[in-house]
């Protein structure tokens, strides 16, 4: 990215339009649509199927550690899947004239890239990816558990409808700015020590 060029957001919502018009907003939707619907069936499908594993195995003793390994393990598989879409996304999004999609995309990443090539980025995904998915499934589940036993003091089955969608809506959004908090923070450190290690070469 050109910080010169691209000075913020909105300069670069104006960049974009003025170089590639309306079209531009749309670039590499198809790898994204089947990329992150796959990553997101496998995360929830195989959430629940490790959940359920990993309290057999361990009992309901462990669920604090057992509803972090969950979606960890969930998310190490969904993240596998998105990586190849993922990385003819960005291929298409930032190589102009390379390919419209992921139809044609796809086959000509592998052509000049070969098939594991699609998976250069799949430790940096990882690293991204799991423990975003521990921390806001982990406090969803939390949030969820507090929600119904201490604010509704009800089942969560007990509950009307409106009131159910009214809690996850809560629960989820809770989740999503926990998360981001603790790995915006994450973040910063790891580009302040950075700075430090580079000032000290």
Known sequence: ??????????????????????????????????????QGACRFGFYEFFKKYYWDIAGPEYIGLI???????AEVIASTVL???EAVKVRVQTQPGFARGLVDGLPKFVI??????????????WRRQVPYTMINIHSYEILKFG??????????????????????????F???ILSAFILNSRAVLEDWKAAIVSASV
Request: charged share 15%; hydrophobic share 40%; glycine share 14%.
């Open 1 to 38: 990215m050109d910080p010169i060029k691209y000075t913020s957001v909105l300069s670069g919502l104006n960049v974009l339009l003025k170089e590639q018009g309306r079209r531009g907003f749309f670039k590499g939707w198809s790898p994204t649509l089947v990329g992150y619907g796959a």
């Open 67 to 73: 509803l972090l390994a969950a979606p960890a393990s």
């Open 83 to 85: 990586c190849p879409m």
């Open 112 to 125: 000049s890239e070969g098939a594991l090539g699609l998976y250069k980025g799949l430790v940096p995904l």
């Open 147 to 172: 929600f119904f036993n201490d604010i509704i003091r009800k089942p969560k089955n007990e509950c009307s409808i409106p009131l159910q969608i009214c809690g996850s809506f809560h629960n989820g």
């Open 174 to 176: 809770g989740a999503g």
